[in-house]
């Protein structure tokens, strides 16, 4: 059966994934929909990696030190997830994260021995090698060229990773951008503020869609749940580029249902 023609007007959005920390079954739900869906661009939020072996946090546990093989544990079934979407999208935007940016954080510390290696570890190379720019774009954590790194989805929306972890941090990001819409990670919460410009009557929004990493993960020894959601977000772009509606999907012990109402179970 013939596959059907990508919906150019749809923008799907996966969350914080932390690959070899995912929730597979959660993943798997989303990666089905996008699948069912055939979206037009696909975009990443970020810390698709963990990079553990880079982080300055001690492990925990002895099985957290057994899964510290950055390219078996991390970068390959990463780059397994990309492949597997750009099946289905006509291109894939991976944001990085500021877990991803800790390789960078780490060759800074390491001095020269760290500058002539970064080249070869940073992770637009590890996951971007062999793939072209037309299907895969790579938005940096910190960019000299572009203050305040971001990912343009359409003329009032913005993609980031994340710039705060607070409480309220979508009321955070949206008086943060002022004058334009946010769709961010980091917080692995599904959370939304909403107001509206009293001049223009323009609507601007601020949400996270949760993550799809383990929601009770092994570093969080202080013994509290979390206040985590797994999930993803769909944005319809309108044909003038500048109007957008978004639809937060929440994925729960393996479904979801759709805008359409089709189930997805894993």
Not at 56 to 66: F, I, T, Y
Not at 135 to 161: D, G, Q
Not at 251 to 258: A, H, K, Q, R
Request: net charge positive.
């Amino acid at each position: 059966m013939a596959k059907s023609p990508f919906r150019d007007n749809l923008v799907f959005v996966f969350p914080d994934i932390h690959f070899p920390h995912q929730d597979q079954r959660a993943l798997e739900c989303a990666l089905r929909a996008h699948e069912a869906l055939r979206p037009g661009r696909t975009i990443q939020l970020g810390d698709l990696l963990d990079c553990e072996l880079f982080s300055a946090h001690p492990n925990v546990s002895v099985s957290e030190l057994r899964e510290n093989s950055f390219v078996d544990q991390e970068v390959t079934p990463a780059r397994k997830f990309t492949d597997r979407c750009l099946r289905n999208t006509r291109k894939f935007i991976q944001m990085e994260g500021n877990h991803e940016y800790r390789i960078e954080r780490r060759c800074i510390d390491w001095g020269a021995v760290g500058v002539s290696v970064h080249g070869m570890i940073n992770p637009g190379r590890l996951l971007g090698e062999g793939r072209s720019r037309q299907e895969w774009e790579f938005v940096p954590y910190v960019n000299a060229r572009v203050p305040m790194s971001h990912y343009r989805v359409c003329k009032t929306l913005i993609a980031v990773h994340g710039w705060s972890w607070a409480k309220h941090a979508a009321r955070v990001h949206l008086d943060a951008t002022r004058d334009c819409s946010v769709v961010f990670g980091h917080i692995h919460r599904q959370q939304s503020a909403t107001t509206r410009n009293p001049f223009t009557g323009q609507i601007l929004r601020a949400w996270s869609p949760g993550t799809l990493s383990q929601l009770q993960p092994i570093y969080q020894t202080d013994g509290r749940p979390t206040e985590w959601v797994h999930g993803f977000s769909l944005i319809y772009v309108g044909s003038t580029g500048q109007k957008f509606s978004e639809y937060t999907i929440a994925i729960e012990n393996g479904c979801c249902v759709l805008p359409d109402g089709k189930q997805i179970k894993v």
